[in-house]
């Protein structure tokens, strides 16, 4: 229900988002295990849109991606495991490595987050 209100909100002013409901759909997507939903949009949003760039750019949802598809893969009972690096291009080159990879990349592109992140953990 959150997520769909969140849709709802972002629907009504996706460019601009005067209400900060992107901030809102990545939280709700995971919590509603709704995982495919999630990577669709995260890949598709700034070209549906006309947007330049990629909305995996942004720190919070470039962790939120590498946990969508590696809970995708673990479901799938596909075994997770360090896979070696690839070179890419553009981060929506991402959405077809690996979630190693992936957190790998948001780690790189933004430590301070990921020892946030530790912090609690």
């Given at each position: 229900?959150?997520?769909?209100?969140?849709?709802?909100?972002?629907?009504?002013?996706?460019?601009?988002?005067?209400?900060?409901?992107?901030?809102?759909?990545?939280?709700?997507?995971?919590?509603?295990?709704?995982?495919?939903?999630?990577?669709?949009?995260?890949?598709?949003?700034?070209?549906?849109?006309?947007?330049n760039g990629s909305?995996?750019?942004?720190?919070?949802?470039?962790?939120?991606?590498?946990?969508?598809?590696?809970?995708?893969?673990?479901?799938?009972?596909?075994?997770?495991?360090?896979?070696?690096?690839?070179?890419?291009?553009?981060?929506?080159?991402?959405?077809?490595?690996?979630?190693?990879?992936?957190?790998?990349?948001?780690?790189?592109?933004?430590?301070?987050?990921?020892?946030?992140?530790?912090?609690?953990?």
């Amino acid at each position: 229900m959150a997520l769909e209100f969140s849709k709802f909100l972002m629907s009504l002013s996706p460019k601009e988002d005067p209400l900060g409901a992107l901030f809102l759909i990545e939280f709700y997507a995971i919590r509603a295990k709704d995982y495919d939903w999630f990577i669709q949009f995260a890949m598709g949003f700034c070209k549906e849109f006309g947007i330049n760039g990629s909305l995996l750019a942004q720190a919070d949802v470039l962790f939120t991606f590498a946990l969508a598809k590696a809970i995708k893969l673990i479901r799938a009972k596909v075994e997770l495991k360090i896979v070696e690096t690839k070179p890419f291009k553009n981060l929506t080159e991402l959405s077809h490595l690996h979630p190693s990879i992936i957190l790998t990349t948001a780690i790189s592109r933004f430590p301070t987050l990921a020892n946030a992140i530790m912090a609690v953990i």
